[in-house]
Protein backbone atom coordinates (compact mmCIF):
# COMPACT_ATOMS: atom_id res chain seq x y z
CA UNK A 1 0.00 0.00 0.00
CA UNK A 2 1.15 3.43 -0.88
CA UNK A 3 2.34 5.81 1.70
CA UNK A 4 0.04 8.72 2.12
CA UNK A 5 1.54 12.14 3.52
CA UNK A 6 -0.10 11.65 6.84
CA UNK A 7 1.57 8.39 7.07
CA UNK A 8 5.14 10.37 6.65
CA UNK A 9 3.90 12.54 9.24
CA UNK A 10 3.33 11.10 11.71
CA UNK A 11 6.49 8.75 11.48
CA UNK A 12 8.90 11.63 11.09
CA UNK A 13 7.56 12.96 14.14
CA UNK A 14 7.58 9.71 16.31
CA UNK A 15 11.20 9.31 15.08
CA UNK A 16 12.21 12.35 16.68
CA UNK A 17 10.01 11.87 20.16
CA UNK A 18 7.62 15.13 19.33
CA UNK A 19 4.12 14.93 20.66
CA UNK A 20 1.52 16.56 18.10
CA UNK A 21 1.41 19.75 20.65
CA UNK A 22 4.93 20.26 20.27
CA UNK A 23 5.38 19.93 16.63
CA UNK A 24 2.31 22.18 16.20
CA UNK A 25 4.13 24.93 18.41
CA UNK A 26 7.50 24.80 16.29
CA UNK A 27 5.19 25.46 13.36
CA UNK A 28 3.02 27.77 14.75
CA UNK A 29 -0.03 25.41 13.91
CA UNK A 30 -2.69 24.01 16.25
CA UNK A 31 -2.43 20.37 17.35
CA UNK A 32 -5.89 19.47 15.59
CA UNK A 33 -4.03 20.87 12.51
CA UNK A 34 -1.28 18.19 12.94
CA UNK A 35 -3.51 16.02 14.14
CA UNK A 36 -5.96 16.39 11.11
CA UNK A 37 -2.44 16.05 8.23
CA UNK A 38 -1.61 12.57 9.98
CA UNK A 39 -5.29 10.99 9.57
CA UNK A 40 -4.97 12.60 5.55
CA UNK A 41 -8.13 14.97 6.91
CA UNK A 42 -6.68 17.52 5.52
CA UNK A 43 -2.92 18.54 4.36
CA UNK A 44 -0.26 21.09 5.34
CA UNK A 45 -0.21 24.61 3.82
CA UNK A 46 2.20 24.34 0.72
CA UNK A 47 4.04 27.10 2.37
CA UNK A 48 4.64 25.03 5.85
CA UNK A 49 5.83 21.92 3.88
CA UNK A 50 9.66 23.00 3.86
CA UNK A 51 9.00 23.96 7.55
CA UNK A 52 8.36 20.35 8.23
CA UNK A 53 10.84 19.12 6.10
CA UNK A 54 13.31 20.72 7.74
CA UNK A 55 12.10 19.82 11.26
CA UNK A 56 12.53 16.01 10.27
CA UNK A 57 15.91 16.90 8.31
CA UNK A 58 14.92 15.66 5.56
CA UNK A 59 14.25 17.05 1.71
CA UNK A 60 10.48 18.30 0.42
CA UNK A 61 10.78 15.75 -2.10
CA UNK A 62 11.02 12.84 0.90
CA UNK A 63 8.38 14.32 2.88
CA UNK A 64 5.63 14.53 -0.44
CA UNK A 65 7.42 10.99 -1.28
CA UNK A 66 9.11 11.78 -4.63
CA UNK A 67 12.59 11.02 -3.94
CA UNK A 68 13.58 10.09 -7.01
CA UNK A 69 11.70 12.49 -9.00
CA UNK A 70 13.58 14.21 -11.40
CA UNK A 71 12.04 18.31 -11.55
CA UNK A 72 13.26 21.26 -13.28
CA UNK A 73 14.84 24.16 -11.28
CA UNK A 74 12.47 26.72 -9.91
CA UNK A 75 12.89 30.28 -10.15
CA UNK A 76 13.55 32.00 -6.39
CA UNK A 77 11.20 34.27 -5.27
CA UNK A 78 11.78 37.13 -2.57
CA UNK A 79 10.01 37.14 0.46
CA UNK A 80 7.00 40.22 -0.27
CA UNK A 81 7.00 41.04 3.44
CA UNK A 82 9.28 43.89 4.26
CA UNK A 83 11.08 44.20 7.86
CA UNK A 84 8.62 47.47 8.59
CA UNK A 85 5.91 45.19 8.42
CA UNK A 86 7.33 42.39 10.39
CA UNK A 87 8.95 44.65 13.03
CA UNK A 88 4.57 46.34 13.14
CA UNK A 89 3.23 42.69 13.49
CA UNK A 90 1.76 41.77 16.82
CA UNK A 91 1.79 38.50 18.48
CA UNK A 92 -0.47 37.05 21.54
CA UNK A 93 0.22 33.97 23.87
CA UNK A 94 -2.18 32.89 25.97
CA UNK A 95 -1.33 30.25 28.50
CA UNK A 96 -1.23 28.85 32.20
CA UNK A 97 1.79 30.31 32.54
CA UNK A 98 0.82 33.76 32.07
CA UNK A 99 -3.18 33.67 33.02
CA UNK A 100 -2.29 34.60 36.76
CA UNK A 101 -0.58 37.92 35.36
CA UNK A 102 -3.40 38.53 32.84
CA UNK A 103 -6.38 38.25 35.44
CA UNK A 104 -4.81 40.33 38.07
CA UNK A 105 -4.17 43.48 35.10
CA UNK A 106 -8.07 42.75 34.27
CA UNK A 107 -8.79 42.97 38.32
CA UNK A 108 -6.67 46.51 38.33
CA UNK A 109 -7.82 47.57 34.85
CA UNK A 110 -11.70 46.59 36.19
CA UNK A 111 -11.48 47.97 39.47
CA UNK A 112 -9.73 51.68 38.21
CA UNK A 113 -12.32 51.70 35.45
CA UNK A 114 -15.37 51.35 37.44
CA UNK A 115 -14.40 53.45 40.07
CA UNK A 116 -13.29 56.30 37.51
CA UNK A 117 -17.48 55.38 35.44
CA UNK A 118 -18.82 56.02 39.16
CA UNK A 119 -16.72 59.57 39.42
CA UNK A 120 -17.95 60.62 36.13
CA UNK A 121 -21.82 59.80 36.98
CA UNK A 122 -21.64 61.24 40.32
CA UNK A 123 -22.31 58.04 41.96
CA UNK A 124 -22.30 57.46 45.34
CA UNK A 125 -19.27 54.92 45.60
CA UNK A 126 -16.56 53.96 47.36
CA UNK A 127 -13.20 52.81 45.61
CA UNK A 128 -13.77 49.53 48.41
CA UNK A 129 -16.93 48.91 46.94
CA UNK A 130 -15.48 48.50 42.87
CA UNK A 131 -12.49 46.65 44.81
CA UNK A 132 -13.82 43.02 46.10
CA UNK A 133 -17.09 42.54 43.65
CA UNK A 134 -13.85 43.20 40.85
CA UNK A 135 -11.53 40.83 42.81
CA UNK A 136 -14.70 38.07 42.92
CA UNK A 137 -15.47 38.32 39.09
CA UNK A 138 -11.73 38.30 37.98
CA UNK A 139 -10.89 35.04 40.72
CA UNK A 140 -13.90 33.30 39.59
CA UNK A 141 -12.96 33.86 35.88
CA UNK A 142 -9.92 32.45 36.73
CA UNK A 143 -10.93 29.55 38.30
CA UNK A 144 -13.24 28.69 35.18
CA UNK A 145 -10.23 29.00 32.86
CA UNK A 146 -8.47 25.92 34.79
CA UNK A 147 -11.27 23.50 34.87
CA UNK A 148 -15.44 23.69 35.10
CA UNK A 149 -16.16 24.24 39.07
CA UNK A 150 -18.98 25.55 41.32
CA UNK A 151 -16.71 27.90 43.18
CA UNK A 152 -15.29 29.45 40.04
CA UNK A 153 -19.13 30.13 38.72
CA UNK A 154 -20.47 30.96 42.17
CA UNK A 155 -17.53 33.73 42.29
CA UNK A 156 -18.17 34.85 38.82
CA UNK A 157 -22.12 35.50 39.64
CA UNK A 158 -21.55 37.15 43.17
CA UNK A 159 -18.99 39.73 42.03
CA UNK A 160 -21.01 40.48 38.71
CA UNK A 161 -23.86 41.23 40.65
CA UNK A 162 -22.62 43.26 42.95
CA UNK A 163 -20.92 45.44 40.50
CA UNK A 164 -23.96 46.01 38.83
CA UNK A 165 -25.80 46.64 42.60
CA UNK A 166 -23.19 48.83 43.75
CA UNK A 167 -23.33 50.73 41.07
CA UNK A 168 -27.26 50.95 41.15
CA UNK A 169 -27.67 49.61 37.73
CA UNK A 170 -30.08 46.68 39.55
CA UNK A 171 -30.44 45.56 42.99
CA UNK A 172 -32.58 42.49 44.90
CA UNK A 173 -34.64 43.26 47.65
CA UNK A 174 -32.36 41.73 50.71
CA UNK A 175 -31.25 42.85 53.80
CA UNK A 176 -27.71 43.99 53.69
CA UNK A 177 -27.11 42.18 57.48
CA UNK A 178 -27.60 39.03 55.43
CA UNK A 179 -25.31 39.77 51.87
CA UNK A 180 -22.11 38.59 53.66
CA UNK A 181 -23.28 35.46 55.54
CA UNK A 182 -24.81 34.44 52.29
CA UNK A 183 -21.42 34.73 50.44
CA UNK A 184 -20.18 32.50 52.99
CA UNK A 185 -22.54 30.08 52.60
CA UNK A 186 -22.47 29.84 48.94
CA UNK A 187 -19.16 29.84 48.51
CA UNK A 188 -18.70 27.37 51.34
CA UNK A 189 -21.45 25.31 49.41
CA UNK A 190 -19.49 25.42 46.24
CA UNK A 191 -16.11 24.08 47.54
CA UNK A 192 -17.77 21.06 49.77
CA UNK A 193 -19.70 20.44 46.28
CA UNK A 194 -15.69 20.62 44.78
CA UNK A 195 -14.24 18.15 47.42
CA UNK A 196 -16.70 15.45 46.86
CA UNK A 197 -16.06 15.10 43.35
CA UNK A 198 -14.65 11.81 42.73
CA UNK A 199 -11.23 11.61 43.63
CA UNK A 200 -8.38 10.60 41.26
CA UNK A 201 -6.05 7.98 42.27
CA UNK A 202 -2.39 9.61 42.61
CA UNK A 203 -0.66 9.31 39.04
CA UNK A 204 2.70 10.37 37.47
CA UNK A 205 3.75 11.78 34.46
CA UNK A 206 6.35 9.83 32.06
CA UNK A 207 8.35 10.35 29.15
CA UNK A 208 9.20 8.57 26.17
CA UNK A 209 12.24 9.46 24.28
CA UNK A 210 12.77 11.99 26.78
CA UNK A 211 9.65 13.76 26.13
CA UNK A 212 6.50 14.01 28.37
CA UNK A 213 3.57 12.72 27.30
CA UNK A 214 1.01 15.09 27.00
CA UNK A 215 0.11 18.82 25.84
CA UNK A 216 3.08 21.01 26.46
CA UNK A 217 4.04 24.49 24.76
CA UNK A 218 7.88 24.60 24.04
CA UNK A 219 8.61 26.63 27.05
CA UNK A 220 7.64 23.03 29.10
CA UNK A 221 4.57 25.07 30.69
CA UNK A 222 1.46 22.82 30.45
CA UNK A 223 -1.01 23.74 28.30
CA UNK A 224 -3.74 21.44 29.15
CA UNK A 225 -3.35 18.01 31.51
CA UNK A 226 -2.89 14.36 30.81
CA UNK A 227 -1.27 11.87 33.23
CA UNK A 228 -0.60 8.15 32.46
CA UNK A 229 0.16 5.29 34.99
CA UNK A 230 0.78 1.59 34.42
CA UNK A 231 -3.08 1.30 33.37
CA UNK A 232 -4.61 4.01 33.26
CA UNK A 233 -4.80 7.65 32.40
CA UNK A 234 -6.26 11.17 33.09
CA UNK A 235 -7.05 13.76 30.39
CA UNK A 236 -8.17 17.26 31.02
CA UNK A 237 -8.99 20.39 28.94
CA UNK A 238 -10.49 23.92 29.68
CA UNK A 239 -10.52 26.47 27.46
CA UNK A 240 -8.10 25.65 24.78
CA UNK A 241 -8.24 22.79 21.79
CA UNK A 242 -5.80 20.21 21.94
CA UNK A 243 -4.82 16.72 21.01
CA UNK A 244 -3.73 13.67 23.26
CA UNK A 245 -2.48 10.12 21.84
CA UNK A 246 -2.07 7.90 24.75
CA UNK A 247 0.11 4.78 24.60
CA UNK A 248 -0.39 2.16 27.29
CA UNK A 249 0.75 -1.94 27.00
CA UNK A 250 -2.71 -2.37 28.54
CA UNK A 251 -5.85 -0.05 29.08
CA UNK A 252 -7.77 -0.19 32.48
CA UNK A 253 -9.19 2.71 33.06
CA UNK A 254 -9.63 6.19 32.11
CA UNK A 255 -10.94 9.69 32.84
CA UNK A 256 -11.72 12.51 30.15
CA UNK A 257 -13.10 15.81 30.98
CA UNK A 258 -13.71 18.80 28.19
CA UNK A 259 -14.97 22.31 29.23
CA UNK A 260 -15.13 25.34 26.97
CA UNK A 261 -12.97 23.89 24.60
CA UNK A 262 -12.17 21.02 22.15
CA UNK A 263 -10.16 17.75 23.13
CA UNK A 264 -9.36 14.81 21.08
CA UNK A 265 -8.30 11.25 22.86
CA UNK A 266 -6.34 9.07 20.51
CA UNK A 267 -6.13 5.60 22.07
CA UNK A 268 -4.70 4.14 19.23
CA UNK A 269 -1.69 3.43 20.93
CA UNK A 270 -3.31 1.28 23.56
CA UNK A 271 -1.97 -2.18 22.76
CA UNK A 272 -4.51 -4.53 24.77
CA UNK A 273 -7.44 -3.91 27.23
CA UNK A 274 -8.12 -5.19 30.89
CA UNK A 275 -11.40 -7.35 31.03
CA UNK A 276 -13.42 -4.73 32.94
CA UNK A 277 -12.07 -1.61 30.96
CA UNK A 278 -13.99 1.84 31.63
CA UNK A 279 -13.38 5.01 30.27
CA UNK A 280 -15.39 8.11 31.36
CA UNK A 281 -15.85 10.50 29.22
CA UNK A 282 -17.32 14.19 30.78
CA UNK A 283 -17.98 17.27 27.86
CA UNK A 284 -19.29 20.47 29.14
CA UNK A 285 -19.92 23.71 26.74
CA UNK A 286 -17.46 22.01 24.50
CA UNK A 287 -16.26 19.59 21.72
CA UNK A 288 -14.85 16.09 22.16
CA UNK A 289 -13.74 13.37 19.88
CA UNK A 290 -12.41 9.96 21.32
CA UNK A 291 -10.60 8.01 18.80
CA UNK A 292 -10.81 4.21 18.72
CA UNK A 293 -9.25 2.06 17.42
CA UNK A 294 -10.88 -0.61 15.22
CA UNK A 295 -9.54 -3.93 17.07
CA UNK A 296 -11.83 -2.54 20.34
CA UNK A 297 -15.31 -2.00 20.57
CA UNK A 298 -17.21 0.34 22.38
CA UNK A 299 -20.64 0.14 24.62
CA UNK A 300 -21.37 3.57 25.46
CA UNK A 301 -23.78 4.27 28.56
CA UNK A 302 -24.75 7.73 27.19
CA UNK A 303 -26.37 10.82 29.12
CA UNK A 304 -26.58 14.02 27.81
CA UNK A 305 -28.56 17.16 28.91
CA UNK A 306 -28.93 19.66 25.70
CA UNK A 307 -25.70 18.06 24.19
CA UNK A 308 -25.35 15.28 21.10
CA UNK A 309 -23.21 12.18 21.25
CA UNK A 310 -22.56 9.95 18.52
CA UNK A 311 -20.33 7.05 16.95
CA UNK A 312 -18.56 7.43 13.40
CA UNK A 313 -17.56 4.04 11.92
CA UNK A 314 -18.08 0.16 13.27
CA UNK A 315 -15.15 -1.63 14.99
CA UNK A 316 -14.01 -4.88 13.48
CA UNK A 317 -16.09 -8.30 13.31
CA UNK A 318 -14.56 -9.88 16.27
CA UNK A 319 -12.62 -7.10 18.46
CA UNK A 320 -10.26 -7.91 20.46
CA UNK A 321 -11.31 -6.60 23.54
CA UNK A 322 -14.31 -4.09 24.70
CA UNK A 323 -14.64 -0.28 26.67
CA UNK A 324 -17.52 0.21 28.55
CA UNK A 325 -18.06 4.29 28.14
CA UNK A 326 -19.49 6.32 30.37
CA UNK A 327 -20.00 9.26 28.76
CA UNK A 328 -22.22 12.34 29.76
CA UNK A 329 -22.78 15.40 27.59
CA UNK A 330 -24.04 18.95 28.57
CA UNK A 331 -24.24 21.57 26.23
CA UNK A 332 -21.70 20.17 24.46
CA UNK A 333 -20.77 17.21 21.46
CA UNK A 334 -19.13 13.83 21.89
CA UNK A 335 -18.07 11.97 19.08
CA UNK A 336 -16.66 8.37 19.32
CA UNK A 337 -14.64 7.78 16.24
CA UNK A 338 -13.22 4.59 14.88
CA UNK A 339 -10.09 4.69 13.37
Same mark, same amino acid.
Given at each position: MEQTLGNRISENRKRLGLTQDALAEKLGVTAQAVSKWENDQSCPDITTLPKLAD???? #???? %?????????????????????????? #????????????????? %?FVILTGGLTIFARIKNLDVSFWSMLWPSFLLCFGIHKLTKEFS????????????????? %?????????? #???FPGIVVLVGISLLVDALKKPRKPRFRISRNGVKLGSENSDGKTKSHCETDADSFTCNLSFGEDTHYITLPVLESGEINCSFGELTVDLSGCETLAEDCEVEASCSFGSLELRVPKRFRIEPESSTAFGDISILGQPDPIPRGTIRLDANASFGEIEIRYV
Open positions: IFGI #STDA %LLGRENTQVHTAEVVADTVSEEEKKS #SWEFHWDAGRKGSIFFA %LVAGIVSTILGGYFIVAN %LGIWELSIDS #SLI
